[in-house]
């Protein structure tokens, strides 16, 4: 979402400067960058659909200014509209008003808040009602929708359709509607407003339209969602739909948009319909708070005072030892959740590391430790994966989700098996030759039990990268050792894994086993409690690069094991911030005529570019002459470097 600086800090009294704006919204959560040293782009989380607005921003923002957001809004009497609306959705559409307005003339120009809107974010202006109702939106967060009065007939039902239907959009992109959609129809049952998402182009607005309707709506968010997507439209109400609005704020967004209206040309008639079935207490949430258990959560000492300070700031109110969310605030449920709103308050850079003490179990002790068993599978080599819990089809006994993130993948997963078959594939198709991979994940069933924990191990290929194991394969013999000291033999019940069912040309054997964690037949024993001194700034995340990788080749001929120990050894520790992976691809040792063979294989990246060839011969070029250092250690072909 792009917001301008200067129309946030207009609102802000003591007139900050870009720079300090960036720190503060950073502190809050809201990542950011900021184009042309004027706009910041700000990447709002999903559950944060509130901050999708100026007004939304600056309601966080007010937890370290003082802020006026008291906007003009219209405060004359509104007559009642006798609009003849039907809502067959009720359930997904609670509530639902509509504004009839009539102008005496179209402006001309515009007021400068409203200029610079288009202005600073480079926005094409369309007419005077709709360029209204974008501004709304960017200034509320509540989309509305504008219909040329002449052009429905006093008339709009809003319904759910299941068969196919064509639409127009706005911008006269024909679309062909497939499965169940929210939709606005006229008295002839064609669709003029894909709710939600974009409106069409029989009812749209124009540079002549005196006399309009606006609808204000709450929608489901789970009616809207994927829509946009779907149908290739380029939504900013979807995006904000799909994120939840405030279903309590339409009286107040309506009467701004009123004013908007009122600053800029003669309002001759105006009338209110509202269709209003919801439950405001429904959207008003009262959490009780406990002070020491919120420092508990957080590992804070925040005194009691200041923690109602905070929270007041972003709109909690208290009273009676609980606080009162607000409407638009659907993230917050529960006291974890105010503690992280503290925790953004102070920032949590502030919050302090400490020493703490964990349960350590000695060696065959170990039972139900995840821990304990992700650190033998690491050691050995393997990566820990986590796939998605959901997937698309009921294998008889999975159990479906009411309300699905994905429509399309609402059943729990029963087995691990078919996520880290797909684990395998992916990174078979991408050469890598030594694939082991481990999950933790609670799957659940009705059948016989409803949920269990489970680790499952899948490994194929060789056993490491280095030239000792290159011969040496992955078989069940090996995982079964690996895991010797915390679980028995007759506990390992390994699943045949077909490659013919795979469609896979590799030849190498698939070892995968699933272990119930818990109830797996071992024994309990009382963990014995160790203080570990553990210092967390040691660790550093290193996020994944999105920038494209170079491999290089090289092929050295060794005249014994010495030299090729010390070679490998040397090569595996070279320092180069490009360098992130190398293994052996080739391996040979001819015994009779004291001959050694040995193919390295390097992998290089950047972290914020794309690199040249250059960059990589360098590295090279570095690594042949540092090899070539070593006696006895040659490179066939090679003359120079």
Same mark, same amino acid.
């Given at each position: *979402?792009?917001?301008?600086?200067?129309?946030?800090?207009?609102?802000?009294?003591?007139?900050?400067?870009?720079?300090?704006?960036?720190?503060? &919204?950073?502190?809050?959560?809201?990542?950011?960058?900021?184009?042309?040293?004027?706009?910041?782009?700000?990447?709002?989380?999903?559950?944060?659909?509130?901050?999708?607005?100026?007004?939304?921003? &600056?309601?966080?923002?007010?937890?370290?200014?003082?802020?006026? &957001?008291?906007?003009?809004?219209?405060?004359?009497?509104?007559?009642?509209?006798?609009?003849?609306?039907?809502?067959?959705?009720?359930?997904?559409?609670?509530?639902?008003?509509?504004?009839?307005?009539?102008?005496?003339?179209?402006?001309?120009?515009?007021?400068?808040?409203?200029?610079?809107?288009?202005?600073?974010?480079?926005?094409?202006?369309? @007419?005077?009602?709709?360029?209204?109702?974008?501004?709304?939106?960017?200034?509320?967060?509540? !989309?509305?929708?504008?219909?040329?009065?002449?052009?429905?007939?006093?008339?709009?039902?809003?319904?759910?359709?299941?068969?196919?239907?064509?639409?127009?959009?706005? &911008?006269?992109?024909?679309?062909?509607?497939?499965?169940?959609?929210?939709?606005?129809?006229?008295?002839? @049952?064609?669709?003029?407003?894909?709710?939600?998402?974009?409106?069409?182009?029989?009812?749209?607005?124009?540079?002549?339209?005196?006399?309009?309707?606006?609808?204000?709506?709450?929608?489901?968010?789970?009616?809207?969602?994927?829509?946009?997507?779907?149908?290739?439209? =380029?939504?900013?109400?979807?995006?904000?739909?799909?994120?939840?609005?405030? !279903?309590?704020?339409? +009286?107040?967004?309506? %009467?701004?948009?009123?004013?908007?209206?009122?600053?800029?040309?003669?309002?001759?008639?105006?009338?209110?319909?509202?269709?209003?079935?919801?439950?405001?207490?429904?959207?008003?949430?009262?959490?009780?708070?406990?002070?020491?258990?919120?420092?508990?959560?957080?590992?804070?000492?925040?005194?009691?005072?200041?923690?109602?300070?905070?929270?007041?700031?972003?709109?909690?109110?208290?009273?009676?030892?609980?606080?009162?969310?607000?409407?638009? %605030?659907?993230?917050?449920?529960?006291?974890?959740?105010?503690?992280?709103?503290?925790?953004?308050?102070?920032?949590?850079?502030?919050?302090?590391?400490?020493?703490?003490?964990?349960?350590?179990?000695?060696?065959?002790?170990?039972?139900?430790?995840?821990?304990?068993?992700?650190?033998?599978?690491?050691?050995?080599?393997?990566?820990?994966?986590?796939?998605?819990?959901?997937?698309?089809?009921?294998?008889?006994?999975?159990?479906?989700?009411?309300?699905?993130?994905?429509?399309? %993948?609402?059943?729990?997963?029963?087995?691990?098996?078919?996520?880290?078959?797909?684990?395998?594939?992916?990174?078979?198709?991408?050469?890598?030759?030594?694939?082991?991979?481990?999950?933790?994940?609670?799957?659940?069933?009705?059948?016989?039990?409803?949920?269990?924990?489970?680790?499952?191990?899948?490994?194929?290929?060789?056993?490491?990268?280095?030239?000792?194991?290159?011969?040496?394969?992955?078989?069940?013999?090996?995982?079964?050792?690996?895991?010797?000291?915390?679980?028995?033999?007759?506990?390992?019940?390994?699943?045949?894994?077909? %490659?013919?069912?795979?469609?896979?040309?590799?030849?190498?054997?698939?070892?995968?086993?699933?272990?119930?964690?818990?109830? +797996?037949?071992?024994?309990?024993?009382? !963990?014995?409690?160790?203080?570990?001194?553990?210092?967390?700034?040691?660790?550093?995340?290193?996020?994944?690069?999105?920038?494209?990788?170079?491999?290089?080749?090289?092929?050295?001929?060794?005249?014994?094991?010495?030299?090729?120990?010390?070679?490998?050894?040397?090569?595996?520790?070279?320092?180069?911030?490009?360098?992130?992976?190398?293994?052996?691809?080739?391996?040979?040792?001819?015994?009779?005529?004291?001959?050694?063979?040995?193919?390295?294989?390097?992998?290089?990246?950047?972290?914020?570019?794309?690199?040249?060839?250059?960059?990589?011969?360098?590295? *090279? =070029?570095?690594?042949?002459?540092?090899?070539?250092?070593?006696?006895?250690?040659?490179? !066939?072909? *090679?003359?120079?470097?």
């Amino acid at each position: *979402m792009k917001i301008a600086y200067s129309h946030i800090v207009r609102h802000i009294k003591s007139n900050p400067d870009l720079t300090e704006v960036s720190e503060k &919204l950073f502190q809050l959560g809201h990542e950011h960058e900021i184009l042309n040293e004027s706009i910041f782009d700000i990447e709002i989380t999903p559950n944060r659909g509130d901050c999708l607005s100026v007004n939304g921003i &600056l309601r966080d923002l007010k937890l370290f200014y003082e802020i006026d &957001l008291d906007h003009e809004i219209y405060d004359k009497q509104l007559k009642n509209f006798d609009f003849n609306f039907i809502n067959n959705a009720k359930q997904h559409c609670k509530n639902i008003s509509f504004l009839k307005i009539d102008i005496k003339d179209i402006p001309k120009n515009y007021n400068t808040y409203i200029n610079d809107y288009f202005l600073d974010l480079g926005i094409s202006k369309k @007419n005077f009602f709709t360029d209204v109702s974008n501004y709304i939106s960017y200034e509320t967060g509540q !989309p509305t929708h504008c219909y040329k009065f002449d052009q429905i007939d006093n008339f709009i039902k809003l319904d759910i359709i299941k068969e196919d239907a064509e639409f127009f959009t706005l &911008l006269d992109k024909k679309i062909k509607l497939t499965g169940e959609n929210l939709v606005f129809l006229n008295r002839n @049952n064609e669709v003029i407003n894909l709710a939600g998402i974009m409106g069409g182009k029989k009812s749209a607005c124009d540079h002549r339209t005196k006399s309009v309707i606006v609808e204000c709506a709450y929608f489901d968010p789970e009616m809207i969602l994927g829509k946009a997507v779907r149908f290739n439209l =380029n939504s900013d109400a979807a995006h904000k739909f799909e994120r939840n609005t405030d !279903p309590l704020c339409h +009286n107040y967004v309506l %009467r701004r948009f009123l004013k908007i209206v009122e600053e800029h040309t003669e309002i001759i008639n105006v009338e209110v319909f509202t269709d209003n079935s919801i439950d405001e207490d429904e959207f008003i949430n009262k959490i009780s708070f406990d002070t020491n258990k919120a420092n508990q959560i957080l590992g804070t000492n925040i005194n009691k005072n200041d923690c109602i300070q905070y929270l007041t700031k972003l709109g909690f109110k208290y009273i009676d030892n609980s606080f009162i969310v607000p409407s638009y %605030r659907h993230d917050v449920k529960t006291l974890n959740d105010l503690s992280e709103e503290l925790a953004r308050s102070i920032g949590y850079d502030q919050i302090k590391d400490k020493n703490f003490t964990i349960n350590f179990y000695e060696q065959k002790q170990i039972v139900d430790d995840e821990q304990a068993l992700k650190e033998v599978l690491i050691k050995n080599g393997f990566y820990e994966v986590i796939n998605d819990p959901f997937v698309s089809f009921n294998e008889g006994f999975g159990i479906s989700v009411d309300n699905p993130l994905d429509s399309k %993948r609402k059943y729990l997963r029963t087995d691990l098996k078919s996520s880290l078959i797909q684990n395998l594939i992916y990174n078979e198709r991408r050469q890598q030759d030594s694939i082991k991979f481990f999950e933790f994940s609670d799957l659940y069933s009705t059948k016989e039990i409803v949920k269990k924990r489970v680790l499952a191990i899948i490994a194929s290929g060789r056993i490491d990268k280095n030239f000792r194991d290159f011969s040496k394969k992955i078989t069940n013999e090996y995982v079964t050792n690996i895991l010797s000291d915390y679980i028995s033999d007759s506990d390992l019940n390994f699943i045949p894994i077909s %490659r013919e069912s795979m469609n896979s040309k590799s030849k190498n054997h698939i070892s995968y086993v699933e272990i119930e964690v818990i109830s +797996n037949g071992l024994s309990k024993h009382e !963990p014995k409690d160790h203080k570990i001194e553990k210092d967390i700034h040691n660790y550093k995340y290193n996020p994944v690069s999105d920038f494209p990788k170079s491999h290089r080749d090289l092929s050295f001929a060794v005249k014994d094991f010495s030299s090729l120990t010390k070679l490998e050894e040397t090569l595996l520790n070279f320092d180069n911030e490009l360098l992130k992976d190398v293994f052996v691809f080739d391996y040979y040792n001819n015994t009779s005529k004291e001959e050694i063979k040995i193919g390295f294989r390097f992998t290089f990246q950047s972290d914020s570019e794309t690199i040249t060839d250059e960059d990589v011969e360098l590295a *090279m =070029n570095q690594i042949i002459k540092l090899s070539l250092d070593f006696n006895g250690v040659q490179i !066939p072909g *090679m003359r120079t470097y």
